[in-house]
Nanobody, 117 residues
């Protein structure tokens, strides 16, 4: 069982930055990565970034010039650094685990990011 807690969301102005954290506790040896997703009102959930357990980051093409993903293995925490924020980045951001079976059984509660123009 794994418990995920996101933090770091809030209100930012366009052009600003936020760093989201996803802290994990517990263990599940089928987990191969931590994903970041976001969902804006009325929109489908969108995959944003991934950090694999062996430290390989991937970021969606739509945001890769502004967002980056990193980790602190000692603290079991994955970060999403968001720079040059835009109003269209406004969403609830979630982290989730990806297993080797292609499932995402564990999700955080989400953290709201609001970007004002």
């Amino acid at each position: 069982q794994v418990h995920l807690v996101e933090s770091g969301g809030g209100l930012a102005q366009a052009g600003g930055s936020l760093r989201l954290s996803c802290a994990a506790s517990g263990s599940d040896y089928s987990i191969i990565a931590t994903d970041w997703y976001r969902q804006a009102p009325g929109n489908e959930r969108e995959w944003v970034a991934r950090m694999t357990v062996d430290g390989r980051p991937t970021v969606a093409d739509s945001v890769k010039d502004r967002f980056s993903v990193s980790r602190d293995s000692a603290r079991n925490t994955v970060f999403l650094q968001m720079n040059n924020l835009k109003p269209e980045d406004t969403a609830v951001y979630y982290c989730a685990t990806l297993t080797r079976y292609g499932t995402s059984p564990y999700w955080g509660q989400g953290t709201q990011v609001t970007v004002s123009s």
